[in-house]
Nanobody, 126 residues
């Protein structure tokens, strides 16, 4: 059974950090590009980052560049999103998604990502 499970969300104060995990079962994440997205109720899903397969290079949206870092742990079949300097406007449900190919699709085209996790809530508040 194919499954993607996000974890690591929670409540954090402004300026704090969280690390989200995206763990796969039933398939190998190393074979695919993996994107990170977030969504606030009433707003469109926002692409944040994506990590390619061949060299684990990553792309980032301007809104998170310099604050968020995507990485892979092949041994754990897991992709991470390290989030630093969090702001209240980062509050959202965060999702990881697999792109069935080695290279990331455009972050603005979330519909091109093929398989999604269930999401994890991140709340940034004092």
């Amino acid at each position: 059974q194919l499954q993607l499970v996000e974890s690591g969300g929670g409540l954090v104060q402004p300026g704090g950090s969280l690390r989200l995990s995206c763990a796969a079962s039933g398939f190998t994440l190393d074979s695919y590009a993996v994107g990170w997205f977030r969504q606030v109720p009433g707003k469109e899903r926002e692409g944040l980052s994506c990590i390619n397969t061949p060299d684990s290079s990553a792309i980032y949206a301007d809104s998170v560049k310099g604050r968020f870092t995507a990485s892979r742990d092949s041994a754990k079949n897991t992709v991470y999103l390290q989030m630093n300097s969090l702001k209240p406007e980062d509050t959202a449900v965060y999702y990881c998604a697999v792109d069935y190919g080695p290279y990331c699709s455009n972050l603005d085209s979330f519909w091109e990502y093929d398989y999604w996790g269930q999401g994890t809530q991140v709340t940034v508040s004092s």
